[in-house]
């Protein structure tokens, strides 16, 4: 959409008015993308696609040709990069301008999770001396992509993490077999990261990417383990492992190290030099706290609105008020 002014012609490049001009223009691009398909077996609103149909056999022909208008190919073992897609791969020009380069990226990019190693081949791609083995080395890897495995939440997930000076690159398996590859160009502060700290945000970023993986049962981290030692000076880092049941073992060809992912969880905890409080001194903080210290000085004798003591404890409605505290700051992550 453009809009004309006395100082020439404009285009927006993100959504104008924000969410008001969203759902129509989102409902107009999945209109657009399945236009062929809709009243023929497909109907569309918004994020949802419904494919209707009046047997089996018809049911997976319109399954079919939703799938591949999608660009990639569902097969009964995994998900494949779409043939015609490599086919075009394949006989790309070599780019010449940084215009033809970021299209070729563009292209390239949508296949990115089939590639191990992707961000590490296509770094030097916009470097002039090196463009041409780079382009021919990342179209090379880019047709012979492995094919992905479909997860099955039946077996434990297995995660390696890697880190070089460049980028950080992940992948997550079972039973040797890859579901998905990821990869990450290393950038400003962290390109000044000592050995262990590119590790371990290798492994942060592993697991916020593939969290839904892996929670909440025990999975398998290949890495080093040592990385673990260095996690006193990142607090936030820290908080973040401790959700996940995980056990490391160990790589590069030395013993296996099987930690117990349960009393790893507490020396970590002990790691952020910060304690929970227990049960019994949260009415010290009753005083102090912003949202109960004037019912708590109120109420001591008598209740005080819906407020109320009970063996030294505030209580509003019969449900204990929590102030301010680590203890609080835990019983909201439980709950939700």
């Given at each position: 959409?453009?809009?004309k002014t006395k100082?020439?012609?404009?285009?927006?490049?993100?959504?104008?008015?924000?969410?008001?001009?969203?759902?129509?223009?989102?409902?107009?691009?999945?209109?657009?993308?399945?236009?062929?398909?809709?009243?023929?077996?497909?109907?569309?609103?918004?994020?949802?696609?419904?494919?209707?149909?009046?047997?089996?056999?018809?049911?997976?022909?319109?399954?079919?040709?939703?799938?591949?208008?999608?660009?990639?190919?569902?097969?009964?073992?995994?998900?494949?990069?779409?043939?015609?897609?490599?086919?075009?791969?394949?006989?790309?020009?070599?780019?010449?301008?940084?215009?033809?380069?970021?299209?070729?990226?563009?292209?390239?990019?949508?296949?990115?999770?089939?590639?191990?190693?992707?961000?590490?081949?296509?770094?030097?791609?916009?470097?002039?001396?090196?463009?041409?083995?780079?382009?021919?080395?990342?179209?090379?890897?880019?047709?012979?992509?492995?094919?992905?495995?479909?997860?099955?939440?039946?077996?434990?997930?297995?995660?390696?993490?890697?880190?070089?000076?460049?980028?950080?690159?992940?992948?997550?398996?079972?039973?040797?077999?890859?579901?998905?590859?990821?990869?990450?160009?290393?950038?400003?502060?962290?390109?000044?990261?000592?050995?262990?700290?590119?590790?371990?945000?290798?492994?942060?970023?592993?697991?916020?990417?593939?969290?839904?993986y892996l929670l909440?049962?025990?999975?398998?981290?290949?890495?080093?383990?040592?990385?673990?030692?260095?996690?006193?000076?990142?607090?936030?880092?820290?908080?973040?492992?401790?959700?996940?049941?995980?056990?490391?073992?160990?790589?590069?060809?030395?013993?296996?190290?099987?930690?117990?992912?349960?009393?790893?969880?507490?020396?970590?905890?002990?790691?952020?030099?910060?304690?929970?409080?227990?049960?019994?001194?949260?009415?010290?903080?009753?005083?102090?706290?912003?949202?109960?210290?004037?019912?708590?000085?109120?109420?001591?004798?008598?209740?005080?609105?819906?407020?109320?003591?009970?063996?030294?404890?505030?209580?509003?409605?019969?449900?204990?008020?929590?102030?301010?505290?680590?203890?609080?700051?835990?019983?909201?992550?439980?709950?939700?």
């Amino acid at each position: 959409m453009t809009f004309k002014t006395k100082f020439g012609m404009y285009e927006w490049l993100v959504m104008p008015f924000g969410l008001t001009n969203v759902v129509s223009n989102f409902m107009r691009l999945m209109n657009h993308v399945l236009r062929s398909l809709i009243g023929k077996g497909v109907v569309v609103y918004f994020d949802d696609i419904l494919i209707y149909s009046t047997c089996l056999d018809d049911h997976l022909l319109h399954v079919r040709n939703v799938l591949e208008i999608l660009i990639k190919e569902i097969f009964s073992h995994g998900v494949k990069v779409d043939e015609g897609k490599v086919k075009v791969i394949q006989d790309w020009p070599t780019p010449k301008i940084v215009g033809e380069v970021r299209i070729f990226h563009g292209l390239a990019s949508f296949c990115r999770r089939f590639v191990k190693y992707f961000i590490t081949l296509q770094t030097p791609l916009n470097e002039i001396e090196s463009q041409e083995i780079v382009f021919q080395a990342l179209k090379e890897r880019l047709t012979q992509a492995q094919t992905l495995i479909l997860p099955n939440f039946a077996k434990s997930f297995e995660l390696e993490c890697d880190a070089s000076n460049d980028g950080i690159g992940i992948v997550i398996f079972q039973e040797g077999h890859p579901i998905a590859y990821f990869s990450e160009k290393l950038k400003g502060a962290q390109l000044n990261y000592f050995t262990y700290d590119r590790e371990l945000y290798a492994l942060v970023t592993a697991l916020q990417t593939c969290q839904h993986y892996l929670l909440p049962k025990v999975f398998v981290i290949h890495g080093d383990h040592e990385a673990l030692k260095h996690l006193r000076g990142h607090a936030k880092w820290v908080e973040f492992l401790e959700q996940f049941p995980y056990v490391i073992k160990h790589k590069q060809g030395k013993m296996n190290v099987m930690v117990d992912a349960l009393s790893r969880r507490h020396v970590l905890i002990a790691m952020l030099e910060r304690k929970m409080l227990r049960l019994d001194c949260i009415n010290e903080l009753y005083k102090k706290d912003i949202d109960f210290s004037e019912p708590f000085s109120k109420s001591a004798n008598s209740a005080f609105h819906d407020y109320f003591w009970h063996d030294g404890f505030l209580f509003k409605d019969k449900k204990l008020c929590v102030p301010m505290s680590s203890i609080r700051q835990f019983l909201v992550k439980e709950a939700y």
